[in-house]
């Protein structure tokens, strides 16, 4: 399995409230990702990098802002969480952005309830 | 803009029986496609994928074919296992990048 882990597993917080979400990963690959999953919408693209301080959006980024200051290390942070962030957020990794070594490997993912 | 159209489920089938769940997608140029499962409580595993028509991507006994004349990526199995109950998720990257467009996803339930 792709050293990828998620912190924390399971989040409770109230609307308005910062939250942060990490995800670390071992396998020293470049591009990490940030999806959430929602029912009706499988998963959607938040957030993405291609290398330390290099981010850019994905389709769902209002609301969200991300960091990547280590090649391990991306966060997510929801600057002040509203109910429609209620959702389980996957973080995914890959080598590159061609090739064999496109494939994403998946986190275990974090179950977020604003309330 | 691209995108990917799954068969709603949830699907429920007995052991043994046949799996056919449909995909069909819409992408400028020429997509890869994927089809990537998610076991209860874990993140998504990539199940197989093709990258130019006519490809076939297989594997632990699925198929999937890509067909470029009828955009679609329908996933087969001959025989299923109740330990295939899974989400089943379609899924295609196009252009640059690599920016993954999922479908909703199809949820399998395979009783004894």
């Known amino acids: 399995d792709a050293g990828i882990t998620q912190s924390p597993r399971h989040k409770v917080t109230e609307t308005g409230t910062p939250v942060t979400l990490r995800c670390h990963q071992t396998?020293?690959?470049?591009?990490m990702y940030w999806y959430r999953q929602d029912p009706g919408h499988g998963l959607r693209l938040i957030h993405y990098?291609?290398?330390?301080?290099?981010?850019d959006k994905g389709e769902v980024s209002d609301g969200y802002s991300v960091s990547r200051s280590k090649t391990e290390d991306f966060l997510l942070t929801l600057e002040s969480a509203t109910s429609s962030q209620t959702s389980v957020y996957f973080c995914?990794?890959?080598?590159?952005?061609?090739?064999?070594?496109?494939?994403?490997?998946f986190g275990p993912g974090t179950r977020l309830t604003v309330l | 803009g691209n995108s990917v159209t799954q068969m709603e489920g949830p699907v429920t089938l007995s052991e043994e029986a046949f799996l056919t769940i449909n995909c069909t997608y819409t992408?400028?140029?020429?997509?890869?496609l994927f089809w990537y499962v998610q076991y209860p409580g874990e993140g998504l595993q990539l199940l197989l994928k093709?990258?130019?028509?006519?490809d076939k991507g297989s594997n632990k006994g699925f198929e999937a074919t890509y067909r470029k004349e009828t955009t679609s990526f329908h996933l087969e199995k001959g025989s299923v296992q109740v330990s295939d109950s899974a989400v089943y998720f379609c899924?295609?990257?196009?252009?640059?990048?690599?920016?993954?467009?999922f479908g909703t996803g199809t949820q399998l339930k395979v009783e004894l």
């Open positions: 899924a295609l990257k196009a252009g640059g990048g690599n920016k993954l467009t």
């Open positions: 093709a990258t130019k028509a006519d």
């Open positions: 396998e020293n690959h470049r591009y």
């Open positions: 990098s291609y290398g330390v301080k290099d981010t």
């Open positions: 992408a400028t140029g020429y997509p890869s």
């Open positions: 995914a990794i890959s080598e590159s952005n061609s090739g064999r070594a496109n494939e994403q490997f």
